[in-house]
């Protein structure tokens, strides 16, 4: 099994520009999530998704989009990037059921906006 | 609102040498603890848990107890090793909240031959 994988690694955009990053898993896994990571700053939770075809906010939506039309993947869109949106960014997955399932991480992607 | 805290790295030791790293939480309830690991160039992996008051977690010869009455949950290791240089968080999450953790800024430890 891979796990989590994400795509690009790096990425370096201008402002205004777009992109998609993808992640992808293979647990089977019913919850995903996109956080970002800034220095100083724990892990802040962008949007997540709790099944294929549904989405929903976190707690730094703002100037993101994201989509979950396969089970497997989750993407997440920046429409006319910024450079406050300089940051890495992790993908996660996670069974669903109660109490507490670990949440499997991706090797993240450093991306910078000039 | 909620939070966690976490002492500031980096924090730099010696091989075999003894390891805290500080974490404290404001929480309105009684939440789950963690401490996730990030090794260079790699995504976060849970490291150990504690769900509730007084329990001990402890993996790859670490532990973490969880005080309630300090709101704490420091990260211990008797004699660390060159292999545990990583980023350490520690995080929350409600029993209610199916989604979200809540992160710590993370931890830096530097362990030098």
């Known amino acids: 099994n891979a796990g989590v994988t994400q795509t690009p690694k790096f990425r370096v955009l201008k402002t205004g520009q777009s992109m998609t990053l993808l992640c992808a898993q293979d647990m089977n896994h019913e919850y995903m999530y996109w956080y970002r990571q800034d220095p100083g700053m724990g892990l802040r939770l962008i949007h997540y998704?709790?099944?294929?075809?549904?989405?929903a906010k976190g707690e730094v939506p703002d100037g993101y989009n994201v989509s979950r039309l396969k089970k497997q993947n989750f993407l997440l869109g920046l429409e006319s990037a910024a450079p406050s949106q300089t940051s890495v960014y992790f993908c996660a997955s996670r069974p669903q059921g109660g109490g507490y399932n670990e949440q499997f991480f991706g090797p993240g992607t450093r991306l910078t906006v000039l | 609102g909620d939070s966690v805290t976490q002492m500031e790295g980096p924090v730099t030791l010696s091989e075999e040498a003894f390891l805290t790293i500080n974490c404290t939480y404001t929480a309105t309830g009684y939440p789950s603890l963690f401490w996730y690991v990030q090794y260079p160039g790699e995504g976060l992996q849970l490291l150990l848990k504690a769900t509730k008051a007084d329990d001990k977690g402890s993996n790859k010869g670490f532990e973490a107890t969880y005080r309630k009455e300090t709101t704490s949950f420091h990260l211990e290791k008797g004699s660390v090793q060159v292999s545990d240089s990583a980023v350490y968080f520690c995080?929350?999450?409600?029993?209610?909240?199916?989604?979200?953790?809540?992160w710590g800024a993370g931890t830096k430890l530097i362990i030098k031959p």
């Open positions: 995080a929350l999450k409600f029993p209610d909240s199916n989604y979200q953790l809540i």
């Open positions: 998704s709790v099944g294929e075809g549904t989405t």
